[in-house]
């Protein structure tokens, strides 16, 4: 059965869902006549959404199973890919679906981003291996379009924005892990200007490939004398093949790739040892005109990474959900819980028995709750872009609340679609277990989103170390008075008032435990924070999540009222209902942990601090 299917599209999205985030819940439309988007109308972005989604089915829904099946392979020092990936990338740029959200300046079509994140989630949720090829190389391009030089910007971007040369950002080696301030590879500056890089980089995504004819490494590396820690590291372009200033190959640069990793998902994906400089032949140069800027260049990728990861969360949670609630509805076994004790009852299909419906809608909250949070963050970047150099005031508070979200859209994304990907195959039983439906593979290839691009620990430092206090707090105290904002309009409100009151209650312990941190800070009591730190991103998601989705749920029973009776408005009166019913059921079974992890935290155990290395085991 396996191998008669690894040929066959599993993807599915819920497009009704995406447009009601789009134009009913964030107002996508009142955005388009506003530039930089004045080009931009509902037609065309209803018909990106079509062609993209379609795309994603077509081309790369098959080859999600083929390239898990086959993976890649180290023939003679280059990677090959699994079968169908060279075609499949040739088809994306001639379709311009990685050029939706680049600038009209630089030859892309100029999309709000709001609308960039949807089309990355029907790439990433067909063939997220896949997609992870030309989204490193989109993101290396920026940070070209950001820091280079004009010579640079004309040599590299264009290239890596339609897909003639692909990239990479190398900054993990073997020594280092997360800690990349202990980086060794070194650059030495060379009499012609550029710069010689030697050094080895690990656990590279997309280290090397074989559709396109040359591939841009961002290398972090020390120039010789430069200080020690993340202070004296500079940020390199580092191509695989040599180059004259017209961009014609010229021959190897002395990148080699020394293996591949052995993973547990994202088969497809060549994750890459990396060697630069084992015959001293390998030359890079500086990211713009200035040394020792490395990691703040270096972050405005690796910032778009975490998005990044934050969408492929959600697009692999969702077609797993989506594939569950098929299988769900198809599979009879065992009578309705009403005819539990008539052995002749009939079977029903699963979807009948209160547990199977309890992981359903908890995969469904979680899901559009993650989604909401990253087409919110999506508005806020548009709202920058559309606020900038007119209304100060305006794009600071935007470009403040996309801070503050990025590390909950990475670490609260990622840990939930591990375990959305877990309840899934719950749901399927013993068969979702098994390569014959598509639950298993999601769950493998989900579990790394909360490793790379900075393990979801470093996410929550990130929040609570830097994030918390940015702005002098300003950033926090705008989020926390959004939720207010809707707690005090919505309070009474005569269907959702019960599931208000516990997003009330939320937003109180997501404040009081901001204000206790602070206080550890204040006081010395810097221990603590580490060991709290991922409860209070987790604390801060939920809260952000269940706002939004009772925003939603307000929205929904609003457009219900207006609906016609019957069949005509049957199908509209469900999808709302759906929304309201999910954002209630994660107001009344997930937003009141919220509370008793700020309880908890208010405990300030130090148990975790107390132990000895020798008492965790005596083995």
């Not at 269907?495 to 206790?516: D, F, N």
Request: glycine letters at 10%; a negative charge.
């Amino acid at each position: 059965m396996a191998n008669a299917q690894t040929a066959q599209n599993r993807y599915k999205a819920d497009l009704r869902e995406i447009r009601f985030l789009l134009f009913e819940q964030f107002g996508l439309g009142e955005l388009l006549s506003k530039e930089p988007y004045a080009a931009w109308g509902p037609d065309e972005v209803n018909m990106v959404l079509d062609e993209a989604y379609k795309f994603s089915c077509e081309i790369l829904g098959p080859l999600n199973s083929v390239g898990d099946r086959v993976g890649c392979k180290l023939e003679n020092g280059q990677v090959i890919t699994p079968p169908g990936f060279k075609d499949a990338w040739q088809k994306l740029y001639e379709a311009g679906w990685k050029q939706v959200g680049v600038s009209t300046d630089h030859g892309g079509q100029g999309a709000p981003m709001a609308l960039t994140v949807a089309v990355e989630e029907f790439l990433s949720g067909a063939n997220v291996a896949f997609a992870m090829y030309p989204g490193l190389a989109h993101g290396a391009a920026e940070v070209v379009e950001q820091f280079g030089t004009d010579r640079q910007k004309a040599l590299y971007m264009a290239r890596m924005y339609d897909g003639r040369w692909a990239g990479t950002m190398c900054l993990t080696e073997p020594q280092a892990g997360s800690d990349v301030g202990a980086a060794r590879t070194s650059a030495k500056k060379l009499p012609n200007g550029r710069y010689s890089i030697k050094g080895t980089k690990l656990f590279i995504s997309g280290g090397d490939n074989d559709f396109t004819e040359n591939l841009v490494h961002l290398v972090l590396a020390r120039v010789d004398g430069a200080p020690q820690g993340t202070k004296g590291l500079s940020l390199f372009l580092v191509p695989k093949m040599k180059t004259d200033e017209q961009g014609n190959i010229l021959g190897p640069n002395d990148v080699t790739v020394g293996g591949l990793e052995h993973k547990m998902g994202i088969i497809g994906s060549s994750t890459a040892l990396l060697n630069f400089g084992e015959s001293d032949g390998c030359e890079g140069e500086l990211v713009g005109t200035v040394e020792n800027l490395g990691m703040a260049q270096m972050f405005k990728m690796m910032n778009g990474a975490r998005i990044g990861v934050g969408l492929q969360s959600v697009a692999v949670a969702s077609t797993a959900y989506l594939n569950a609630l098929e299988y769900a509805k198809e599979r009879k076994q065992g009578p309705n819980i009403k005819h539990w004790k008539d052995a002749n009852a009939p079977r029903v299909a699963i979807i009948e028995h209160p547990d199977v419906r309890r992981m359903l809608i908890d995969m469904k909250a979680r899901v559009e709750g993650i989604r909401c949070l990253i087409v919110k963050l999506a508005r806020h970047q548009d709202g920058v872009l559309v606020h900038q150099g007119k209304d100060d005031t305006a794009a600071a508070y935007h470009q403040g609340q996309v801070d503050l979200l990025v590390p909950l859209v990475k670490a609260y994304g990622s840990d939930q679609s591990f375990r959305i990907c877990e309840t899934a195959i719950q749901t399927y039983g013993g068969v979702g277990y098994t390569k014959d439906y598509p639950a298993e593979q999601y769950c493998r290839d989900a579990k790394i989103f909360s490793i790379y691009e900075g393990t979801n620990h470093i996410q929550s430092m990130d929040l609570v170390g830097r994030k918390l206090g940015q702005n002098g707090g300003a950033n926090l105290q705008a989020f926390l008075g959004d939720v207010a904002k809707f707690i005090a309009e919505n309070a009474n409100h005569p269907a959702l008032g019960p599931s208000v009151k516990e997003l009330q209650a939320a937003q109180e312990a997501v404040g009081g435990t901001a204000m206790r941190m602070l206080g550890w800070f204040q006081m010395g009591q810097m221990s603590m924070v580490p060991i709290a730190s991922t409860r209070f991103l987790e604390m801060m998601s939920e809260l952000a999540v269940g706002w939004l989705l009772l925003d939603g749920a307000r929205i929904a029973i609003e457009k219900t009222k207006s609906l016609p009776d019957g069949e005509e408005g049957a199908k509209d009166r469900a999808f709302y209902a759906g929304k309201t019913l999910a954002a209630k059921y994660f107001a009344m079974n997930v937003l009141p942990s919220v509370k008793l992890k700020a309880e908890i935290l208010g405990r300030e155990d130090s148990s975790a601090l107390d132990i000895s290395d020798t008492a965790f085991a005596t083995v």
